[in-house]
């Protein structure tokens, strides 16, 4: 028997599902022209789209709700908000804002301007979004082990640090307008970063004076995964290690979606640099809103500065990280091939394995994807070439480096009896693989096609 991890909460509030046979799921993909986004969350029974904003708030998230000071300057929802970014990071300046990208949006204006470099072990998408309209480049600089789905190696989210030295080398200092290390690595799979791995880099970016940040929508799962994983770190507390990573860096973005374990909210962090966030006070206030309300209501900011808190508990994130291993073993005994050892928020199943018959312009991840939806009314995402939009000058179908579906957990939510209805989905497709057929794209547009495209099956 794998281990699970027992949760350390009990349910006192229950959402309903509907159960829905092959015949309507069937039905209701095709009306949604086989795009996951565009099926309605009625017709799902295990919605594992993402982990951002889907986490079910704990009964003290929800009483704080009832006293959130809705007053639009000063609200006293505000002050315990900022008195949390100091205490948990050790950051004088915390800035709300309505969620992660709100806070890349108004932030990155700050350190990038035009024709400069953004450094990273990985963007997430919406940061690459957001440093291109800086207009700005985006590099990844991911450690060459994440790339290899199946080595063992505890740390695949870090930068490579050789790689980082040389590209600041050849660009020049000057035009590097920011590092930014993004714990854990969602694109390269939940992956964590050690803090060996942010010393190093924090060292690199003092050395050539070039801002760090850190994109921390995942720190928790990030420090845990330290905890369990880095030499010296098993006695430390959560907390202490986060004040250690969060030290390295001069400033975050992080959307409170994810481990902040509520349904909106994000923020910006500023360590001392009074001049840096002065200058993010004054952008927020025409993109976000008042400088202490930040696009969220009063109680929105009661509810962030509760979950924080929840997020740096032990038992919570042993569970935590021990549903998603839990899956992973699973998988893995049953023949399914995924990105292992596993990451923090979700299972990314190698496509390409599974559906070798499927060439990545058929889309083997939205192929897997659509096929463990009528199989067991479970949702995920494709994360591979589908994803990818074509090249805006030969309309030619770029092929992604990996073909994964992935599958989110979101926080609190589904138990492990839902955890082994998902194992036992994906493990029945493995056993008909050779019958699924590949998919093209009958409309799309220009950009980030992958959210709105209508696609149909292969004959
Ligand atoms: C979700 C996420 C973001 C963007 O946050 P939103 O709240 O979705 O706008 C940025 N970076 C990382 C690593 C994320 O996971």
Redesign the pocket.
Known sequence: MSDYIAEPFRIKMVEPLRMTTREEREAAIEKANYNMFALPGKDVYIDLL?D??TNAMSDAQWAGMMIGDESYAGSSSYYKLRDAVQDIFGYRYGQPV???????KVLFPCLLKEGQYSVSNT?????RGHVGLCKATPIDLVTKEALDTEKDYPFKGNMDVDKLENFIREKGADNIGVIIM??????AGGQPVSLANMRQVAAVARQYDIVLNI????FAENAMFIKQREKDCEDRSIQDITREMFSYADCF??????DGIVN???LIGVKEDEDLFTKVQSMTVPLEGFVTYGGLAGRDLEALSIGLYEALDEDYLEYRLGQIRYLGDILRKGGIPIQYPTGG?AIFVDARKVLPHIPFYEFPGQALVIETYLEGGVRGCDIGSYMLDPDPETGEQPEAEMEFARFCIPRRVYTQAHLDHIARTLIAIKDKADSLKGYRIVWQPKVLRHFTAKLQPLE
Do not use: V
Request: aromatic fraction near 2%; hydrophobic fraction near 25%.
């Open positions: 993402t951002s904003g309505h969620q992660g990208r709100a806070a890349e963007h997430f998408d919406t940061t993004t714990i854990t690595n969602n694109s994109d921390a929508a995942r973005t992080m959307s409170g979606k994810k909106i909210g994000g928020h």
